[in-house]
């Protein structure tokens, strides 16, 4: 029996993947972090929830899901399972619901997205979130949470969220948006028709329930108040919320993923370059059906032109809400809380001098030292202090790829025990 | 040439040796400049976990100014050089089977025999430290040693006044003449009356027929908890045999749980003869956590939030190298420590400041250091500066 | 299908297939106490990937968002040291 390629990541990206490798006769084993398929974007609801996906969103998963089944046992799904990483042996390591340790024949990381959020003042405070974060709640439950919401940041999400919370009922107090979407009106006609479709959808509905949508407008800090959170505007106004919304835009979430020479590791969909649901699809089915060609010593399959079509309309996007990040990292106040986990300051990283070095950073300063490794402050890191310390720095390969548990390194079942190596 | 920038003496090497040589020739009046190719303490002194150990040191003359180095760190310390760097606080050994025990009485006999600041306060069963699990048959405790965190030793030492730091600048090569030594950087030459070379690993690129090889200890850290459980480092004694006579001679995961200020842990370590502070695996974290977890039970409450090797520099005969180039006064060799130099950088800084400035060696340990002069490998330095 | 988790002590219903932290959240509760560093626990990121929503369950730590809610979980606050309440 052959060992199975193992693909991180049940979304888009990762089960189009693993439906073109068992279609080319591979065993291949999914696994994914949450209880549910469908990554962010198509995160299936709990049973009887309201489901706020639309028919079309809701027939291109069922296809997808379809031709998933049709591979039968060769694809093994494993949900509440997380990857903990590859070592320089080709060993990688599982923990939740399957706990092992093996040696798979190859690893497609499809991770998705994670999401940029700069800091503030009060990011930190209970009931301060990112969108992404509000967004698979509501997917999940099909119900918005109690209380005010405050949606901010800037980047179309927002405008999702805020159309989906009220599709719930429960309309957002306001959208803030740091850039001017709305200021360039001859830019938005490159985009792909589709992207209008969703965009009118999400916007008709937000005007319909009066949704403040308020551009040029920026999120400038946050306070606890009695119970309650205030929400500082850089229009002045202030608004007395419950949840606080960020969103500042998607990165690819492959931070510190580590690199492995034994066997092949490719990153696929928004984890390899974040284009969106529409891309991560054609990039699994292209990715996986060229590391199946690249396995079995086949011809590769030639490139999808959708996946370049797809760059450039989040490139259009890019300029609509392009505005000036570096100003607003500038202006923050000296005891703004850069690294969440271990509180440290913008003043203690402006203590450790103009240019500090990786080491300097974690071991004096301490940035990037807590238990999620950089992977928030990082790219703010390198952008508060000189270029010269980006390079080996708070971004060098981390690993373990996330926390590992010692009583789930313990408890893991080892199959590579008696293997030579 | 005249404009060259000149220095009294240069150190090539920000790591702890190389700071701690800065501030001692600073402190005696010297204009010195610390050259480092990326910054300071980036290779092992930044990756170390700061035991100040005398009980970890090979018997013989390397115990023993060991033990004249904790002695001096602890001055240095309540002169105030040292503060905030260096912690005294106790050390526990601890064995499980024969041969562990018998590496056991091996360390009372060796510290007994040095007669210095280490003392052995405490020697049985594990109930000494209520946190001990069952991984522990007999514990031995140490008082007299201490902890000194690699990175904050080296900000303190660079922090005196005198000390001209230069990084990131890697140093192509030096040329030696009548009357000082010239150091070339991709920019740049650099005049000084003597060179001191505290390279570490590095130092091979300098000195390439040194018997210098990267010996890489994978490390882990865990996530915080409540601080103070453990009051100082917990090693197995298969890692003191390890490390004074040969990896592997016991079967035993050679185990050192240290804990930090923070109430984490950092969790060592192998020997490997590799150079890559990214290669970790596994199997080797799963059998060192075996081991912490029956040593230290509370562990498994833990997660492991990082791994890496340090990479330290080792010498063919597990000796540093501490000395001047042969036939060569105007450069000295302060570097092989094997992880060793966290302990014995204050009295190698000393020394090699009285080295720089023409005097003798410390009367009392002249013998031991000797030994470890760079003219062991005459035949190496024939072959490269016949 | 629906059961219960316990918060210090306290039950909280849940439904089958949520997240730990869902659950709490649905309950009011969305500050998940205080982490060794004295940052105040709770939900940001909600894929597990910025450590702030830890809660220790049975006597060790996980994401709240990552960990699936399961009838009879007694959850507690990271640095209330203990297991249960």
Redesign the interface.
């Given at each position: 029996m052959s060992d199975p390629v193992l693909v991180v990541g049940a979304g888009l990206a990762g089960l189009s993947a693993a439906a073109e490798l068992a279609r080319a006769g591979l065993p291949v084993l999914v696994v994914d972090q949450a209880q549910a398929v469908g990554g962010a974007f198509h995160r299936q609801p709990l049973q009887g929830a309201l489901s706020l996906a639309t028919a079309a969103q809701d027939r291109r998963w069922s296809d997808l899901m379809a031709k998933v089944a049709a591979q039968g046992s060769r694809i093994t799904l494993a949900l509440a399972t997380q990857f903990g990483g590859v070592d320089h042996k080709g060993t990688a390591l599982l923990t939740g619901r399957m706990n092992r340790l093996f040696r798979p024949r190859a690893i497609v990381l499809a991770l998705g997205a994670r999401e940029s959020v700069r800091p503030r003042p009060g990011w930190t405070l209970p009931g301060v979130e990112t969108a992404g974060s509000l967004q698979i709640r509501l997917k999940t439950l099909g119900e918005a949470p109690q209380g005010r919401v405050l949606l901010a940041g800037s980047g179309p999400l927002l405008l999702a969220v805020g159309a989906q919370l009220t599709k719930l009922g429960s309309p957002p107090v306001a959208i803030l948006e740091a850039g001017r979407p709305f200021a360039r009106p001859l830019t938005p006609i490159g985009l792909p028709r589709d992207y209008w479709i969703e965009a009118a959808a999400y916007l008709s509905r937000l005007m319909l329930a009066r949704v403040p949508i308020l551009t040029n407008t920026r999120l400038t800090a946050i306070r606890a108040e009695g119970g309650t959170l205030v929400a500082e505007a850089s229009s002045g106004r202030r608004f007395i919320v419950d949840h606080v919304a960020l969103h500042d835009g998607i990165r690819p979430n492959d931070f510190g993923m580590p690199a492995c020479d034994v066997l092949p590791v490719v990153r696929l969909g928004d984890c390899r370059e974040a284009l969106g649901a529409r891309a991560a699809m054609v990039d699994g089915q292209m990715g996986g059906a060229a590391l199946a060609a690249r396995l079995l010593g086949r011809t590769a399959p030639s490139a999808d032109p959708e996946l370049a079509r797809q760059t450039r309309a989040q490139a259009r996007l890019a300029r609509i809400y392009a505005h000036d990040v570096t100003a607003e990292l500038n202006n923050l106040p000296e005891d703004t809380v850069i690294c969440r986990c271990e509180a440290r300051t913008l003043k203690d990283l402006r203590t450790l001098g103009p240019t500090p070095t990786a080491r300097q950073l974690r071991l004096d300063g301490r940035f990037a030292m807590g238990a999620c490794q950089g992977r928030f402050c990082g790219d703010w890191i390198a952008r508060l202090t000189s270029a010269e310390t980006s390079k080996p720095g708070i971004g060098a390969p981390r690993w373990p790829a996330r926390p590992i548990a010692v009583a789930d390194l313990l408890s893991a079942t080892d199959e590579t025990e008696g293997e030579t190596q | 040439m005249s404009a060259e920038t000149h220095y009294d003496v240069i150190i090539a090497g920000a790591g702890i040796v190389g700071a701690s040589v800065a501030w001692h020739l600073a402190a005696s009046g010297a204009r010195v400049a610390v050259i480092d190719a990326i910054g300071p303490a980036a290779a092992a002194s930044g990756a170390s976990d700061g035991a100040v150990s005398v009980a970890s040191k090979k018997p013989g003359p390397l115990a023993r100014l060991a033990s004249a180095s904790l002695l001096y760190t602890r001055e240095l310390a309540s002169q105030g050089v040292l503060a905030g760097a260096f912690h005294a606080r106790p050390s526990f050994v601890f064995g499980q089977g024969e041969a562990e025990l018998a590496a056991l009485d091996a360390l009372v006999a060796k510290l007994r025999a040095i007669s210095g600041p280490v003392h052995v306060t405490g020697d049985g069963p594990a109930a000494q430290l209520a946190c001990l699990g069952p991984g522990v048959e007999r514990l031995i405790t140490l008082n007299g040693e201490g902890h000194m965190p690699g990175h904050k030793a080296v900000r303190a030492y660079l922090s005196a006044p005198g000390i001209t730091p230069i990084w990131p600048a890697p140093i192509h090569g030096f040329d030696i003449d009548d009357r000082g030594v010239t150091v070339h950087l991709a920019d740049r030459r650099l005049r000084t009356g003597h060179l001191v070379s505290a390279l570490g690993t590095a130092t091979t690129e300098l000195f390439p027929t040194l018997p210098i090889m990267p010996r890489a200890g994978q490390l882990f850290v865990t996530d915080r908890g409540a601080p103070g459980l453990l009051p100082g480092s917990l090693t197995a004694a298969a890692y003191l045999v390890a490390k004074t006579e040969a990896p592997d001679v016991l079967p035993l995961p050679p185990v050192v749980i240290d804990p930090l200020t923070t109430g984490q842990f950092l969790i060592g370590s192998s020997r490997e003869n590799h150079a890559d502070p990214n290669r970790v695996d596994f199997s080797t974290l799963r059998r060192l956590m075996e081991r912490s977890v029956r040593a230290l039970p509370l562990l498994a409450e833990r997660r492991v939030i990082r791994a890496f090797a340090g990479i330290r520099a080792a010498v063919s005969d597990s000796l540093p190298i501490i000395g001047n180039l042969p036939g060569e006064t105007r450069v000295t060799l302060a570097t092989g420590f094997e992880g060793d130099g966290i302990c014995l950088s204050a009295l190698v800084g000393r020394e090699i400041a009285r080295m720089v400035h023409g005097l003798p060696p410390t009367d009392s340990i002249a013998a031991d250091l000797a030994t470890l002069s760079p003219a062991r490998f005459v035949d190496a330095r024939q072959e490269a500066w016949g | 299908?629906t059961g219960t988790i316990f918060w210090n002590g306290t039950a909280i219903p849940f439904?089958?297939?949520?997240?730990v932290a869902?659950a709490l959240?649905?309950a009011?509760i969305?500050?998940?106490g205080a982490?060794?560093?004295?940052?105040?626990?709770?939900?940001?990121?909600?894929?597990?990937?910025?450590?702030?929503c830890?809660v220790r369950a049975d006597?060790?730590?996980?994401e709240a968002?990552?960990l699936?809610a399961r009838d009879g979980l007694h959850l507690s606050p990271e640095?209330a040291?203990g297991q249960d309440v």
């Open positions: - | - | 299908m439904r089958t297939g949520e997240s869902t959240l649905r009011g969305i500050s998940f982490a060794h560093t004295g940052q105040a626990r709770a939900v940001f990121c909600g894929i597990g990937l910025c450590q702030g830890l006597g060790r730590l996980t968002c990552l699936a640095a040291g």
